[in-house]
């Protein structure tokens, strides 16, 4: 890709728009680690919400559901689509505990729910664990994307495009450093503008290279039949005898692993940079509808630009070996996209990097900071102090991550390892909310017996996580052996004491009847969620069928079909509809409680 005089001043315009920004919000995030890692807790949904999809919009995304596509089909996007029911739930059950909860982290939780050495130990290697190997692994596959993208666009050779790579890092480093959470915020919605546009863009110039959707449709079933494989790559669900992705695989998707794994974006109940933009929101209205507009945007309006590049690259380039790199290869083709927008595109690809980059240093450093050196190491120190550390953290983070990136071959790979290694504590993450029993060896057993199980069957017994059946087995061992583990550990220690599970009753409130005992020996009576824990499960499957409704009804309609296409979008709109009444007439009532509290717990006035 030659570049001209507009292409490098529209990137060098991008990077000092960016940095402008840094440097505004410099002052305010000096001023506590509240402000550096919440933004003071004073941001609206719709900030927090499009920064989360911006961050999950990284320079790998693209290229790695090009590659499902490539494999997979459309269908192959089930590896991430299943878990719309794990963020629903984080949306109407778990999104106003994480904000009542009170917390910095989601590792500083582990104190608040839990008590004692255990806990303590729990919070520290979690922290460590999460915010160091795992992030750095994290951040080691989105600078392995854009390795891709700039030896392809710019012809650089491997060790040419890690040095400019470095270069891209250093520089998001910075005013991550500089401005916290507010700089990552405000940057985040300006990359999310400029890059979704120009895939939609790409997308679009894309099918038209092809012939259009009907010419597309045709050339695709033409190499569909010549794979000799059952199945089209157009359907949006596996035939049941699909090589690409078997039943067992399927069921695996849709029955297991959106509970069961933990996956940063995606933990089961919330966690991670959801967690952290929960607490960044203003109150717990805009913490619940932070992650609704998250999941909505995520799943239901952004997909389709990438599969449809991705289809169109299956047909302008058959023979392409990497197909993940099919997808840059349109961009750079001159009878696909046109050569003056190469400088917005190049733009628009840094974007989707710095932006997941920015958030993963931010997050990253929050751990350490917070829940380990604050925690452990030094406990008396100021709040610049604090600020400075987290500062230094960000830039170890950010050099740890760049020996990871060395060591890395496939984005996919990545990919489907840390969801193996997750497999089985997502129901510990799930029920530690709902059921006093929990306790911290019962999150210390499933975290350790996760990674140990799945580690010995992917390097000794051979289990290879890239394929199907291998994937499909592997996870379904590592919960059932995890499982049982953690629920031994959590029947034969210790319940918490009683003073710590009442006090994070009160706290937290999260009602249910695995709280029932803990209420009644407090004499608490369960007024704020309590019963309509049934009316949030409805909200739940509401927010699945909107998700899916809007995501196959848009697909549908891109396709030509318009009949179903319309029948799903009006379903959509329908369960969108009683979600939001819903959620009107919990505000209500909630509204009311608290009313009546507050007049309760006023002195008698003597007449």
Request: include cysteine.
């Given at each position: 890709?030659?570049?001209?005089?507009?292409?490098?001043?529209?990137?060098?315009?991008?990077?000092?728009?960016?940095?402008?920004?840094?440097?505004?919000?410099?002052?305010?995030?000096?001023?506590?680690?509240?402000?550096?890692?919440?933004?003071?807790?004073?941001?609206?949904?719709?900030?927090?919400?499009?920064?989360?999809?911006?961050?999950?919009?990284?320079?790998?995304?693209?290229?790695?559901?090009?590659?499902?596509?490539?494999?997979?089909?459309?269908?192959?996007?089930?590896?991430?689509?299943?878990?719309?029911?794990?963020?629903?739930?984080?949306?109407?059950?778990?999104?106003?505990?994480?904000?009542?909860?009170?917390?910095?982290?989601?590792?500083?939780?582990?104190?608040?729910?839990?008590?004692?050495?255990?806990?303590?130990?729990?919070?520290?290697?979690?922290?460590?664990?999460?915010?160091?190997?795992?992030?750095?692994?994290?951040?080691?596959?989105?600078?392995?994307?854009?390795?891709?993208?700039?030896?392809?666009?710019?012809?650089?050779?491997?060790?040419?495009?890690?040095?400019?790579?470095?270069?891209?890092?250093?520089?998001?480093?910075?005013?991550?450093?500089?401005?916290?959470?507010?700089?990552?915020?405000?940057?985040?919605?300006?990359?999310?503008?400029?890059?979704?546009?120009?895939?939609?863009?790409?997308?679009?110039?894309?099918?038209?290279?092809?012939?259009?959707?009907?010419?597309?449709?045709?050339?695709?079933?033409?190499?569909?039949?010549?794979?000799?494989?059952?199945?089209?790559?157009?359907?949006?669900?596996?035939?049941?005898?699909?090589?690409?992705?078997?039943?067992?695989?399927?069921?695996?998707?849709?029955?297991?692993?959106?509970?069961?794994?933990?996956?940063?974006?995606?933990?089961?109940?919330?966690?991670?940079?959801?967690?952290?933009?929960?607490?960044?929101?203003?109150?717990?209205?805009?913490?619940?509808?932070?992650?609704?507009?998250?999941?909505?945007?995520?799943?239901?309006?952004?997909?389709?630009?990438?599969?449809?590049?991705?289809?169109?690259?299956?047909?302008?380039?058959?023979?392409?070996?990497?197909?993940?790199?099919?997808?840059?290869?349109?961009?750079?083709?001159?009878?696909?996209?046109?050569?003056?927008?190469?400088?917005f595109m190049l733009a628009a690809f840094a974007a989707a990097y710095m932006s997941t980059v920015g958030t993963q240093l931010n997050?990253?450093?929050?751990?350490?900071?917070?829940?380990?050196?604050?925690?452990?190491?030094?406990?008396?120190?100021?709040?610049?102090?604090?600020?400075?550390?987290?500062?230094?953290?960000?830039?170890?983070?950010?050099?740890?991550?760049?020996?990871?990136?060395?060591?890395?071959?496939?984005?996919?790979?990545?990919?489907?390892?840390?969801?193996?290694?997750?497999?089985?504590?997502?129901?510990?993450?799930?029920?530690?909310?709902?059921?006093?029993?929990?306790?911290?060896?019962?999150?210390?057993?499933?975290?350790?017996?996760?990674?140990?199980?799945?580690?010995?069957?992917?390097?000794?017994?051979?289990?290879?996580?890239?394929?199907?059946?291998?994937?499909?087995?592997?996870?379904?061992?590592?919960?059932?052996?995890?499982?049982?583990?953690?629920?031994?550990?959590?029947?034969?220690?210790?319940?918490?004491?009683?003073?710590?599970?009442?006090?994070?009753?009160?706290?937290?409130?999260?009602?249910?009847?695995?709280?029932?005992?803990?209420?009644?020996?407090?004499?608490?009576?369960?007024?704020?969620?309590?019963?309509?824990?049934?009316?949030?499960?409805?909200?739940?499957?509401?927010?699945?069928?909107?998700?899916?409704?809007?995501?196959?009804?848009?697909?549908?309609?891109?396709?030509?079909?318009?009949?179903?296409?319309?029948?799903?979008?009006?379903?959509?709109?329908?369960?969108?509809?009683?979600?939001?009444?819903?959620?009107?007439?919990?505000?209500?009532?909630?509204?009311?409680?608290?009313?009546?509290?507050?007049?309760?717990?006023?002195?008698?006035?003597?007449?």
């Open positions: 890709m030659t570049l001209t005089l507009l292409d490098w001043t529209v990137i060098a315009a991008y990077f000092l728009f960016n940095l402008g920004i840094g440097v505004y919000y410099a002052r305010r995030a000096r001023g506590s680690t509240t402000e550096f890692f919440l933004s003071g807790r004073d941001v609206p949904w719709w900030l927090a919400g499009t920064s989360m999809v911006a961050t999950t919009f990284a320079a790998d995304t693209p290229l790695v559901v090009t590659g499902l596509v490539a494999k997979n089909g459309i269908a192959g996007n089930w590896l991430w689509w299943n878990l719309v029911m794990s963020g629903m739930l984080t949306v109407f059950l778990y999104a106003r505990l994480w904000r009542r909860a009170g917390v910095m982290t989601d590792m500083e939780f582990a104190e608040l729910r839990y008590s004692g050495k255990p806990a303590a130990f729990l919070r520290g290697f979690r922290a460590l664990y999460l915010g160091i190997p795992i992030n750095c692994i994290i951040l080691g596959w989105v600078n392995l994307a854009m390795v891709k993208i700039l030896q392809t666009t710019l012809g650089l050779d491997r060790r040419g495009a890690i040095m400019v790579a470095i270069g891209m890092l250093v520089f998001t480093s910075f005013y991550t450093t500089i401005s916290g959470l507010w700089g990552v915020l405000v940057t985040d919605l300006f990359q999310f503008a400029l890059k979704m546009g120009m895939v939609i863009i790409l997308a679009i110039l894309a099918v038209e290279a092809v012939g259009g959707i009907d010419a597309l449709k045709v050339k695709i079933a033409a190499l569909d039949a010549a794979s000799g494989q059952s199945g089209s790559r157009l359907a949006f669900f596996p035939d049941l005898h699909s090589a690409w992705m078997p039943a067992i695989t399927f069921f695996t998707y849709l029955g297991v692993s959106w509970w069961a794994s933990w996956y940063p974006g995606a933990e089961p109940g919330g966690g991670g940079y959801v967690a952290q933009r929960i607490f960044s929101a203003k109150n717990e209205k805009h913490g619940l509808y932070t992650t609704l507009w998250f999941n909505i945007a995520h799943y239901a309006l952004r997909p389709w630009p990438w599969i449809l590049t991705a289809l169109a690259s299956l047909v302008l380039y058959p023979e392409l070996v990497d197909k993940e790199s099919g997808y840059i290869r349109t961009l750079i083709d001159p009878n696909v996209f046109p050569v003056y927008l190469r400088g997050w990253g450093a929050s751990y350490v900071t917070n829940d380990f050196y604050r925690r452990f190491l030094k406990r008396d120190g100021s709040e610049r102090h604090y600020v400075f550390a987290s500062q230094v953290t960000t830039v170890l983070v950010m050099a740890a991550s760049i020996i990871v990136t060395l060591n890395l071959d496939s984005i996919g790979g990545a990919w489907k390892f840390l969801i193996a290694i997750g497999a089985g504590t997502g129901p510990v993450l799930l029920l530690r909310w709902f059921w006093w029993r929990m306790n911290a060896w019962s999150e210390v057993a499933a975290m350790c017996t996760a990674t140990v199980v799945s580690l010995i069957l992917q390097l000794y017994l051979k289990w290879n996580s890239d394929d199907p059946r291998d994937f499909a087995y592997l996870m379904l061992v590592t919960v059932a052996i995890t499982s049982a583990v953690w629920l031994v550990a959590t029947l034969f220690t210790a319940p918490e004491p009683h003073r710590t599970l009442e006090a994070f009753y009160r706290q937290v409130r999260p009602g249910g009847p695995g709280w029932k005992a803990v209420a009644a020996e407090a004499g608490l009576v369960d007024t704020r969620i309590g019963g309509a824990i049934t009316v949030q499960l409805f909200n739940w499957m509401l927010g699945c069928v909107l998700i899916y409704a809007s995501l196959f009804g848009i697909g549908k309609l891109i396709f030509k079909e318009w009949a179903i296409g319309a029948l799903c979008l009006a379903v959509a709109i329908g369960a969108g509809g009683l979600i939001s009444w819903n959620l009107v007439r919990t505000e209500l009532a909630t509204r009311a409680i608290e009313k009546d509290e507050e007049i309760e717990a006023q002195p008698e006035v003597a007449s």
